[in-house]
C-alpha cells in the first residue's frame, strides 16, 4: 500500500467521509427518536442467536440523543484520522471493529443490549496508536501521540463502571482496532542488510 500524504485534499477527503458517517449516524437516531427508538431491538444482546445480526448494526444505535452527542466529538476527531488514509483504510477498519468487536459483545457480554458508536470510537483509537507503533513512521507516530495525549483517559472506559455503560464494547472495540492496524498497518521499509 502506498504511503498516502498528509495534505490538504487528504485532510477534506477524510473530513468528507467522517462528517457523512456521522450525519448517518444523527439521521438514524432521530428516524429512531421518532419511533420510541423502536431500532434498537436490532443492538447486540449476548448469546442470543436471533441478534447475532446485531454486530452490524449496533454502532448505528443509541439510546437518545445525549449517548449520541457524547460519541460524536471523538468519532469526528479519531475518525478523521482512520479516514484521511483513505476510503478503504476506513471502510475496512470500520467492519472489522463493528464484526470482531461485535462478536466479542456477543459472546462475552451482559445480558442487556448492547448498542452505540462507542464501539468505534475505542476500534478508532486503537487502530491510530497501534498504527503508529507497527508503521514506526513520524506522521503514524504524531497521529497516535495526539490520540494518546487527547484521548488517552479513554481507557478507563474498558473497565466495568456504570451499569448502563457497555464496557465490553469498549474493551472489544478497541481490541478489533488493533487488530485491523496489524492487518491494515504499512509495513516499515526492510533495511538493507550490512556487508
Excluded at 102 to 112: D, H, P, S, T
Excluded at 162 to 186: C, I, P, T
Aim: net charge neutral; proline share 4%; aromatic share 14%.
Amino acid at each position: 500500500m502506498s504511503e498516502r500524504r498528509i495534505t490538504a485534499t487528504g485532510w477534506l477527503d477524510g473530513a468528507r467521509i467522517i462528517i457523512c458517517f456521522v450525519a448517518i449516524l444523527w439521521l438514524i437516531e432521530a428516524i429512531n427518536t421518532g419511533l420510541g427508538h423502536a431500532f434498537n431491538v436490532f443492538g447486540i444482546f449476548p448469546r442470543e442467536v436471533a441478534t447475532l445480526p446485531g454486530i452490524l448494526f449496533w454502532p448505528f444505535l443509541h439510546g437518545n440523543f445525549q449517548h449520541l452527542i457524547m460519541n460524536t466529538t471523538p468519532l469526528l476527531a479519531l475518525g478523521l484520522f482512520v479516514a484521511m488514509r483513505g476510503p478503504a483504510v476506513f471502510l475496512q477498519t470500520s467492519v472489522i471493529v463493528m464484526i470482531v468487536g461485535g462478536l466479542g459483545v456477543w459472546v462475552f457480554g451482559r445480558e442487556a443490549y448492547h448498542i452505540g458508536a462507542s464501539g468505534l470510537v475505542f476500534g478508532y483509537f486503537g487502530f491510530l496508536v497501534a498504527v503508529g507503533i507497527y508503521e514506526r513512521r513520524v506522521s503514524s507516530l504524531a497521529v497516535a501521540s495526539l490520540a494518546v495525549f487527547y484521548y488517552g483517559g479513554l481507557i478507563f472506559g474498558v473497565l466495568p463502571s456504570d451499569s448502563f455503560v457497555s464496557w465490553e464494547g469498549h474493551l472489544f472495540g478497541l481490541a478489533a482496532g488493533v487488530l485491523a492496524a496489524r492487518f491494515l498497518a504499512r509495513r516499515p521499509a526492510l533495511e538493507a542488510p550490512n556487508d
